[in-house]
């Protein structure tokens, strides 16, 4: 099957570009979505084919990502710089569920990616397109995670990485990866929302291609979550997808596949999209509430470091996702990220704090009852349990009070015994 032809088009005044073309905004100053004509697609067919690469051993389509290629980018293969992404697993909730109360959810980890985040599946779509364009350097601003997997795959590419962290806390675990896989990491004086405006104007100056979530082509590679997910479920639609919202590329992408696949008669029903924010971090869910006009959040603050951000990129391509699946934006406080952590954790599962928004945002919503107990939902997990080790010990000894506010309310205390059967006995009280 021919892919169909991709163009840029501005979400705001509807400009078409193209695809070739450097740039990543418009003239206006709107975001750009990667467009294609789908009426002479067959949908059927497609499908059919998706299925039939399922499960192949080697080569580009053995990827979760590229399997779906005709969505996701037209490019040659050798062009093409992947790790075989994807491919992650959709778990039973198990013992997180029957906490939430709900019979009948689903965790898609993204955790199991490469670099240990769904910013894989992105940034394999955006390093091809970058190797399309001929860029030798590669950007951006990152909390962690984006950072991490597009070290991985300049290195991968054989292209130079050059990182904008936030000064104070980043997940250890992230910037252990950021510097392993050999990325140019600046540690700027400021927050997350300083180091996007500075790359921004760094890319434009040095000549180095920006690889934030503002790039369209990551958004493209991101729709294969739920692309893959569905295909997991032999393409029967659930009812909800529950998702945490940062800096709202994920869920644009997840509204996105969605639309297309509609388009396509892939999918008939529509499932509802619910973001997830965090109390500290929310202009998304102030926004969808109040139906107020987007404000950033100047100081924004959450444990969870992934979704740490205040003045999102994505948010009308995320606003649009969740009016036209008719969804919901919801926030949870740190206690209801941890404690929900706390239980994804135990049940087996495990994520990193941001993911967890996932859990605590489907128990929120069933609670209030906008989730009914028998009602199908996919949570997305974002990134790895190993991640972010310091939230999971702080949590487990009961230490995030003071800096975080968080009680260890489930909390699986350590215990130092001597070394004797008796104290053993002892501990396990048998
Ligand atoms: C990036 C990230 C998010 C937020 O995704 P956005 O697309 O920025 O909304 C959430 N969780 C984890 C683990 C992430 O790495
Ligand atoms: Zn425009």
């Known amino acids: 099957m021919k892919s169909p032809e991709m163009y840029l088009e501005c979400v705001s005044c509807g ?28 949908g059927e067919e497609l499908r059919k084919l998706w299925d039939s690469r399922w499960g192949l051993k080697r080569g580009v389509e053995s990827s979760g990502v590229w399997r779906y290629r005709e969505l996701i980018l037209s490019v040659p293969d050798e062009m093409i710089v992947t790790r075989q992404e994807g491919n992650t697993r959709l778990y039973p909730a198990g013992s997180a569920g029957k906490w939430a109360g709900l019979s009948d959810l689903w965790f898609k980890h993204e955790g199991e990616n490469p670099t240990g985040s769904f910013k894989d599946r992105g940034m394999t779509c955006g390093a091809s397109a970058a190797r399309r364009l001929g860029a030798k350097s590669v950007a951006c601003a990152s909390t962690g995670n984006t950072s991490a997997s597009m070290a991985s795959y300049a290195a991968v590419a054989g292209m130079r990485a050059v990182i904008f962290i936030p000064e104070g806390k980043i997940a250890y675990g992230k910037l252990a990866q950021a510097l392993a896989y050999n990325g140019r990491t600046l540690q700027i004086q400021g927050n997350f929302d300083d180091a996007m405006a500075l790359v921004q104007d760094v890319c434009r100056e040095l000549n180095i291609y920006l690889l934030n979530s503002i790039n369209p082509y990551r958004i493209e590679g991101q729709k294969a979550i739920c692309i893959e997910t569905l295909q997991q479920l032999d393409w029967q639609v659930p009812d909800w997808f529950v998702i945490p919202g940062g800096n709202l590329g994920n869920n644009s992408a997840l509204g996105k596949a969605l639309m297309e696949l509609h388009e396509l008669g892939i999918i008939t029903k529509i499932p509802r999209i619910a973001v997830i924010q965090a109390e500290g971090a929310n202009p998304l869910y102030t926004m969808w509430k109040n139906h107020t006009e987007f404000k950033p959040v100047r100081n924004p603050e959450t444990i969870a470091t992934a979704i740490k951000i205040g003045n999102p990129v994505s948010w009308p391509k995320s606003m649009r996702a969740v009016t036209w699946s008719n969804g919901v934006v919801e926030q949870v406080t740190e206690q209801e990220i941890m404690d929900a952590k706390a239980k994804l954790d135990a049940a087996g599962i495990g994520a990193e704090p941001a993911s967890c928004c996932s859990l605590a945002g489907a128990k929120k919503l069933r609670d209030s009852g906008v989730i009914g107990p028998d009602e199908k939902v996919v949570g997305i997990l974002t990134g790895n349990i190993l991640k972010d080790p310091d939230a999971v010990v702080g949590y487990h000894q009961d230490t995030l009070m003071d800096h975080y506010g968080i009680r260890g309310t489930f909390a699986n205390k350590p215990v130092v015994i001597p070394a004797t059967l008796d104290a053993v006995r002892k501990a396990l009280g048998d």
């Open 15 to 42: 400009k078409t570009y193209d695809p070739w073309d450097l740039r990543y905004k418009c003239d206006c100053g709107g975001i750009l979505d990667v467009k294609r004509d789908l009426s002479k697609i067959d």
